[in-house]
């Protein structure tokens, strides 16, 4: 097998418009191929791709993957992070048994104990304070049957609202832009429309490194024949920006005001369909009015992109037949993300390019299982997109759980996850479970969690499989099953759903989330208006059952897709109703969309405030099956650039990381790639401030400060850019708090979506008092990965 850590995409196979994306097996493996004593079905879970792969095992371990070639996903393809991060589940510091805070230390202890301790805490919190006290954190890896099971005992059996994702961090803002346009989550397109796209725009969207093995597609496309156009919109020259006939390298927080020249462009162009939009829209008199106020020549003053460049992009836009965009990170954590996100959505909407081969708009997703997590109703939602304001929906959802409807929590909505961490802050918030995520390193202001995860009055629950910086925190700890040591489904960014099967046996005393959130349940006594168990059932598979069921007839129905439907293994895409025989390739293909008042999945919000709006105005203005086209201004960022704070700080990830490290710090292979945090600073800003390549410099914002080496790269001047991965659980000075990008965030949010800003952070960067020069750190440079990647 080629290097590929260094070939990050491996062989190019190119092929042409229409045609089949040529197949290719990636295989690693620690023994020889003749002694793999058998293959388990499954799909990668290091990034939302969702390749389908198998996994070897031999002595009782896992011992490599292959790609499967007949996977609709992936033809076979692994990204490094899928080829090598299997090995974190044998790393020597996994987590194998409960532990308990006991005279300030955390010490080793049986289960029954720990979830004694834990059941007893939440009955007295519930008793003295009720279930607003109550609080859930969750992730976006765990399985399917996980998330349902978090949800119906947070919302069915205690009642709070207080139960989301750590979703809300990377993919609040897509399931949101989808609600507000279409009236229902769930990306209408299909990985199967780059083999027929002519045209490609990446918005925010660091695909070559966040979604590895689909750039390898759009590669081999834009290598091969009828090489679709490309435009990037980013700050950064990323290896998609390479690529591109044109890159908008706009300033951070620019979004609004670039995507809004553009359609005004297509609209003063004339490249509207405009049979599609008068027959399947509403609002394009308010859209065409705002977008009349910010002309190329406007942007170009607001984003520092040339109006000519950003005239030859709509020109591209708008003479295309066979538009995808995809949408990621660089809007969603940006300012007016929703506002942002939901433009592209309009793009494609003024084009009628949507619900046919090649033609369709990606709100992408960070994480493996985020889809999940919105469809079970373990984020900010009800399950199976049932509106929290609709009576009906809600009926609907306690009859199906056989509970009263005022047990479930809808006179609001459900509290997204920087209000959690609030709560937690003052007080209101006694018990939180933070199951399968790091929020001592992943949440903006961390100076600010910090205190709030370790305060006297929150007792705190973590279940997770390797000591991290939020498990030195926590009075309780449960060590959990990995990928690979449980069966479960996962569902990708383009709605095909894989069963992942268990391979072994998890080490020492570890147990599936499943298994410990079902113990929870039995030792607090749920039950159900019949005085039956709650949940009620035992296995994964009569979870993903009881789930299904609950979607029939909803948008995102998979009342068909039971665990022997999926047993074949190759994806299947919902919808996939009880009668269906294959799945569904591609939404809205008849242009008839979920937005009528008695379906869509929420009445939607004012993009600019975020005022929700109420039933009653909705229905006033029932869209009933239209699409809506959704205007915004441009606002600028509440927080600018200054004198003291000259530079705009961004975090992003890399291609050998993910997210905080937890798993790929504990592969050789990823961790050897990029050991170490570096600062992106352009040579103009490292000039005149006596900074040199591999320099120590301080970054500084209003909130904190962090030290790294420095690299030197020509994105923009006035651009810094910090990888968001590096923490402290594998530093010798762990305590000395410098490290994580998420020292200089800022705790602020988008209106709509609630997911916070990493993009906009103003900060200052100067030279290390008394640092020696070094040579760059490992995995750094413009791209993060070596020479022969970056093209």
Known sequence: MADRIRDVWGDRTPYPAGGMWPLRADVCLSVPQERVERWVPSACVLCSNGCGLDIAVADGRIVGVRGRPEDRVNHGRLGPKGLFGWQAGGAHDRLLHPQMRIDGELRRVGWDTAMAAVTARSQAVLADHGPLAMAFYTSGQLLAEEYYTQAVIARGGIGTPHLDGNTRLCTATAQWALIESFGSDGNPGSYTDVDHCDTLFLVGHNVAETQTVLWSRMLDRLHGPDRPRLIV?????????????????????????????????????????????????????????????CPADRAEEICEVPARAIRRAAELLGSSRRLISTVLQGVYQSHQATAAAVQVNNLHLLRGMIGRPGATVFQMNGQPTAENTRETGADGSLPAYLNWQNPAHVRHLADHWNVDPLRIPHWSPSTHALEIFRHCAEGTVKFLWITGTNPAVSLPELARIRRTLGADGLFLVVSDAFPTETTALADVVLPTALWGEKTGCLTNADRTVHLAHKAVDPPGEARS???????????????????????????????????????????????????????????????????????????????????????????????????????????????????????????????????????????????YHWHTRTKTARVPELNDAAPRMWVEIHPDDARPRGIGEGDVVRVVSRRGAVEAPAVLCGHRAGLVFVPFHYGYFDQPDGDRHERAANELTRTEWDPVSKQPLYKVTPVQVSKAAGAPAGAPPAGGGPSGISGKEQG
Request: hydrophobic residues 35%; negative net charge; proline residues 9%.
């Open 513 to 655: 989330d499943f298994a410990v959130l079902l113990d929870y349940a039995r030792r607090l006594g749920l039950t159900d208006r019949a005085g039956h168990p709650l949940p009620s059932w035992d296995r994964p598979e009569d979870a993903w059952h009881d789930f299904i069921a609950l979607t029939e007839g909803r948008p995102c129905d998979q009342s068909g897709l039971t665990y022997a439907r999926l047993r074949d293994g190759g994806g299947t895409p919902w919808p996939y109703p009880k009668d269906a025989s294959h799945g569904t390739e591609r939404l809205y293909t008849d242009h008839v969309f979920p937005t009528s008042a008695d379906r869509c999945e929420d009445y939607g919000h004012d993009l600019t405030t975020g005022a929700q709006h109420t039933a009653d105005a909705y229905r006033a203005h029932d869209p009933a099956g239209r699409a809506r086209l959704r205007a915004a201004p441009y606002l600028p960022p509440h927080e600018p650039p200054d004198e003291t704070y000259p530079l705009r700080l961004t975090t992003g990830r890399r291609v």
């Open 233 to 293: 919109a980013d700050p950064r020259m990323t290896p998609a920006a390479r690529e591109a006939d044109v890159h908008l390298a706009l300033r951070p927080g620019t979004n609004v005001a670039l995507l809004n020249a553009l359609l005004h462009e297509v609209i003063r162009n004339d490249r509207v369909d405009h049979a599609f939009v008068d027959a399947h829209t509403t609002g394009y008199p308010e859209l065409a009015a705002t977008v009349a106020a």
